[in-house]
């Protein structure tokens, strides 16, 4: 990521570099920015707006953590975003950021059996702050 966006001169641009993302994307941009913090030019940082990140991990993860083709499809990625795994002490974001979250857990009426409180069919609503 960070390559990518120096090629492009993200940092050295006019103007403020915003960062939408998408469940793991969330989790791959908070590492960014934390790893790079130092290279990143703090008046050039924007806000960081999160979609159903499994900040604390996802029990839909936890539930197939160790079926085979799941392993397969996600490999350690897939690991990683058990509960268990995602339970870390991370930094406090040193730029704004904001989650959204679903509340619905429609297509996916089997995760209201594996997730507690509301959800969006993957992750809960609390494990996403």
Do not use: C
Not at 25 to 39: A, I, S
């Amino acid at each position: 990521v960070h390559d990518r966006l120096e090629k492009e001169g993200v940092w050295t641009q006019p103007g403020r570099v915003h960062f939408v993302t998408h469940s793991m994307g969330g989790l791959v941009t908070r590492r960014y920015l934390e790893d790079y913090k130092t290279e990143i030019p703090p008046e050039k940082m924007g806000r960081l707006v999160m979609i159903a990140p499994p900040n604390g991990g996802s029990e839909v993860a936890d539930f197939l953590k160790n079926f085979p083709p799941y392993k397969w499809l996600f490999g350690p990625a897939g690991q990683q975003l058990t509960t268990e795994a995602r339970r870390t002490d991370e930094a406090t974001p040193w730029y704004d950021a904001g989650v959204i979250a679903g509340t619905r857990g429609w297509p996916y009426p089997v995760a209201d059996l594996l997730i507690d409180g509301d959800h969006d069919g993957r992750v809960a609503v609390e494990k996403t702050k």
